[in-house]
């Protein structure tokens, strides 16, 4: 029987085993769900890394003794060695990146990635980290990418199309920009914004109270603070449907670490306006990763039906047919659903005005100054025809 995002597949399940933290709540789960007859490995692989979680799986493998096939075996210890190196070189690049926006006088934070991993796991062998997330000002977005080019940087996104002092102007609207190393095959997504709509959490600012977090011996980075870094994790989440189960996993292994616990925190995300963001996030925990709750906490939070509704069309995204297969995009039309919740990620008309504003923000038009400053005024409709033509699959 086909899996769906209620029932998924043993596959599923024994990932989502693997996925718990810290290894003494997970070793137990894991090997009760190795032992399910029939366990297909290639799929576990395939799950593995659709979800970008090797660097977990690979631990609970080898923590727990699993006897599993030499091919996933292998691809588990070389996956583990990859991250466990290119995190190191992550770090390595943070730092002189860091060194050359201070130089610079540019304010930066580097956020998600080895700061999360650090902070959640407290070793840089066991997260994904895909690139290095930086914020700088807006105002110093110019500078910033001729320095990276300087640095040895080509940006991909934008792509040519956009002038480096053209820049500027797409992070207006737009939360970033994508640059990789060819050298080293680094990626850097830099922000001028931590979301891409500010009016989900208009607290997530450069501004914001920071601290410094030691990703490696001798090498410490500013990062946001504690009071921010859940209830934006909760919404960064939330607004992307949750479809990866790592970003879950990073969650949970925060929350293991955390000594107020998921309902201080839950409180606090709602005092800042995503309580639903969190609400989401901790029941997904809760009914996938073996997160405790106590009854009456997991009981008021399934009482309201939007936060019923999102965790359906979460579930929806991580498991059933997509449990081992990508989206095409994260413009798919099979994302049209995480589009349409993210409507309902916060209540008022005022946001949602602005999330519609965020889909149809239409950088490139507007860093190109396509239209006369009269007309400026379109841009929005622009926007909206370029992202109805992508969902219908008539524009990449």
Not at 284 to 310: N, Q, T, V
Not at 375 to 389: C, E, I, K, M, N
Request: charge should be positive; aromatic fraction near 6%.
């Amino acid at each position: 029987m086909a899996p769906t995002p209620d029932n998924p597949s043993p596959e599923f399940r024994f990932v989502c085993a693997a996925c718990r933290w810290p290894r003494a709540a997970r070793d137990g789960a894991v090997c009760e769900a190795a032992a399910v007859p029939g366990i297909d490995w290639s799929r576990v692989a395939q799950i593995t890394k659709r979800h970008r979680v090797w660097g977990l799986v690979a631990d609970a493998v080898r923590a727990s003794k699993i006897p599993v096939p030499l091919e996933l075996d292998k691809a588990l210890s070389e996956q583990a060695g990859r991250i466990a190196r290119q995190n190191l070189g992550a770090a390595a690049e943070t730092k002189r990146l860091g060194a050359m926006l201070d130089a610079a006088g540019i304010d930066w934070i580097t956020f998600k990635g080895l700061p999360v991993a650090i902070q959640g796991y407290g070793n840089l062998s066991v997260k994904t980290a895909n690139d290095i997330d930086i914020l700088i000002p807006v105002a110093g977005a110019e500078r910033t990418a001729a320095l990276f080019r300087e640095a040895g940087y080509v940006r991909f996104s934008p792509g040519p199309e956009i002038a480096d002092d053209q820049v500027a102007a797409w992070m207006q609207v737009s939360k970033e920009t994508g640059w990789r190393h060819p050298g080293n095959g680094l990626i850097v997504e830099l922000h001028s914004r931590l979301l891409q709509n500010p009016a989900l959490l208009p607290q997530a600012a450069l501004d914001a109270p920071r601290k410094r977090i030691a990703i490696a011996p001798g090498l410490d980075v500013p990062t946001m603070g504690d009071a921010l870094l859940f209830p934006y994790l909760f919404a960064h989440g939330a607004h992307h449907g949750w479809f990866r189960l790592k970003w879950l996993a990073d969650v949970n292994a925060l929350l293991a670490a955390d000594p107020l616990g998921p309902e201080t925190r839950y409180r606090e995300a709602k005092a800042m306006g995503v309580g639903r963001c969190a609400a989401q996030g901790l029941l997904l925990l809760h009914e996938m990763l073996g997160l405790d709750l106590s009854p009456a906490f997991a009981k008021e939070l399934r009482a309201d039906a939007a936060h019923r509704r999102l965790v359906r069309i979460a579930k929806a995204c991580l498991g059933g047919e997509f449990e081992a297969k990508d989206h095409a995009s994260p413009m798919a039309r099979s994302m049209l659903p995480v589009l349409a919740a993210g409507l309902l990620l916060r209540p008022g008309i005022g946001y949602k005005l602005s999330e519609l504003g965020a889909l149809a923000a239409n950088p490139a038009d507007r860093a190109t100054g396509r239209l006369p400053k009269s007309l400026s005024f379109l841009y929005p409709v622009l926007g909206g025809v370029r992202w109805t033509r992508r969902m219908l699959g008539r524009k990449p």
